[in-house]
């Protein structure tokens, strides 16, 4: 007590409009930034719509590679000439283009060329090699992954609870079949598989789902088990047995809640690896149909620019590791405050 | 044990036979191969002479056994691309994917497991605020596009490396740290937060009071306790850097199983498709075999669970 009053005599700081260490202290504290990045590609993703400034699917050639707004134009010194041969393109230029440039110029002079045009604040993000505008993509982007995790985490999330459950509370040979079929999904090579349906079935948003699907579901399934083991043999559960609940109602009304900090935690942990896969698929070619923006599948018509363009492969690619991180970081905050048991995954 | 090993064994089996039949219905659905064997100026009777030949007039069930069987005896039949037989293609490219992954997975342990412990150790310090980062950029990060970052910076704009190809020894190293990093990533959080635990439990409070040193305890008390489930972890690790390779080997053209599996499936060379795929699956659960047995060997408990 007596600390406190000296505390409060010795530190007689001016109170400022914002305390730095209280902010400094909140982001520690508080997932701050990561949440604020998820909901960034939430509202992205459900309005990408009304916020995207132009269509993600229309480009035009005239404005095709253009940088992002901050970075200007290239230019290079070029001497005027009668006539350019390819090779000499690099320093001469012809003197019909010279003169649409400088109405004065005759052969001889040296000239200043624009090579690469500047960006503008019209594509924030530049454009790509058709002329699409890279942010409107990155949002349409978005909304492809955002579509996928959801799908994948409600169908194989509920694959994964019910025989987790059904695991956990039959026992014997139910445990046994199913954990075993779970061991062998573990071990399959599902990337191999995914791209073998793909090319046999074609590419399409059903196979990408399912595939997910049957990554996702064994992984929900072994951890709702284990928990399911835990809370069967709770006082609780024998007085609803002995009252004479039915075996759906024990599971879902006694059973279930118990498991939903887990789930929580596995589900948003989980959620970052879809998203990685999915542009894994995306990439190899395997993933949602072109035109359709996909995160991965840009950074892969990105990729042979490079030296040029950095800037198509490295935005969508930076978008894919922000929201993955993001996730991974709220999941370890949620984990911490949940669940403190599950550090290991 | 036994029972263990047994267990173990069946589901390496029925995960092998699930992606043969995978395999045999892709290769049924895609149409009938006649179709691009015969030309426009075959019979009927042709026809029907190859598909006796090629087993196609047999049931399914039957032609999945002709099929296992040729499998079993490395016959996929020959590769449209390059008109040899698809296994010795696979055996000639088995090398360089295996040296990718023997690197990246030796690197996967050299900087995950000593950062690991030096960021437990040294909890808060600055060791450990790089580690995490270090942890957090490897399990965030696309592979592919680390691996397109990396050769930007790398070799187009500081020109120290090769961007790709296998000719210059110095041409592993993007490839390995692309696909190692993610296993280090892995590797140091596991052996971060085991390490915690340990140095939290009552024998190492001993150890200390005792007065053991400070370096004994780290690296002969807690090391050999919290090395466990990284262990655990080494075997999906294994198993899927094969996968990995896949999409490291497309972006550095590493001429390794993964870059032929991709190409061979835009491709659309059956054969080779089906002889990379099985040997790849063949890998990988071997690979996770082999570590599951090793771990249970190592921590006897895990038979049990």
Known sequence: ?345 | MQRFLLRRFIIAIVTVMIVSVVIFIMSRAVGDPRALLLDDYSTMEDWDRMGAELGLDKPYYQQYGIFVKDALRGEFGESIQQGRPAMHIVLERLPATLQLATASFALSLLIGVPLGILSAVQRGSIIDQFGRGVALVGQSAPPFWLGIMLMFFFSVNLGWVPPFGREDPRGIILPAITLGWFYAAANLRLIRSAMLDVLDSEYIKLARAKGVSSQTVILKHALRNAVIPALTFAGVTLGALVTGSLVVETVFAWPGLGKLAVDALFGLDYALLQAVVIVFTLLYVAASFLVDVLYALIDPRIRYT
């Open chain 1, 1 to 345: 007590m007596a600390n406190q009053e000296f505390a409060e005599i010795l530190v007689t700081r001016k109170p400022g409009l914002i305390d730095l260490s209280k902010v400094w202290h909140a982001a520690r504290t508080w997932p701050i930034l990561p949440v604020f990045l998820l909901s960034l590609v939430v509202i992205s993703g459900v309005a990408a719509p009304w916020i995207a400034p132009h269509d993600p699917d229309r480009g035009v050639l005239q404005e095709r590679n253009l940088p992002p707004f901050w970075s200007g134009a290239t230019t290079a010194s070029k001497t005027v000439a009668d006539s350019v041969a390819l090779e000499d393109q690099g320093r001469l230029i012809s003197l019909r283009q010279a003169q649409l440039i400088d109405p004065q110029a005759v052969v001889g002079d040296q000239i200043e060329v624009v090579i690469q045009p500047g960006g503008s604040t019209k594509y924030l993000l530049g454009t790509d090699q058709l002329g699409r505008d890279l942010l409107s993509r990155i949002i349409y982007g978005a909304r492809i992954s955002l579509i996928v995790a959801a799908i994948t985490l409600g169908v194989g999330g509920t694959i994964g609870v019910t025989l987790g459950l059904m695991a956990g509370w039959y026992g014997r040979w139910v445990d046994e079949f199913i954990m075993r079929l779970v061991d062998v999904m573990l071990s399959l090579p599902l990337i191999l598989v995914a791209l073998v349906l793909v090319v046999s079935l074609g590419q399409s948003f059903t196979i990408i789902v399912t595939v997910l699907c049957l990554f996702i579901w064994p992984r929900f399934a072994r951890q709702v088990r284990g928990e399911v083991l835990l809370l069967k043999t709770k006082d609780y559960v024998a007085l609803a047995k002995v009252s004479g609940a039915s075996t759906q109602r024990i599971l879902m009304i006694h059973i279930f809640p118990g498991t939903i900090n887990t789930l929580i935690v596995v589900a948003t942990l989980q959620v970052g690896i879809v998203i990685l896969l999915e542009s894994v698929l995306s990439f190899l070619g395997a993933g949602v149909p072109p035109p359709t923006a996909a995160w991965g599948s840009m950074v892969s018509d990105g990729r042979d620019r490079l030296a040029g363009f950095w800037w198509i492969a490295t935005f969508p690619g930076l978008a894919i590791m922000l929201t993955v991180m993001s996730l991974n970081l709220f999941g370890d905050w949620l984990r911490d405050k949940l669940d403190p048991r599950l550090r290991q995954i």
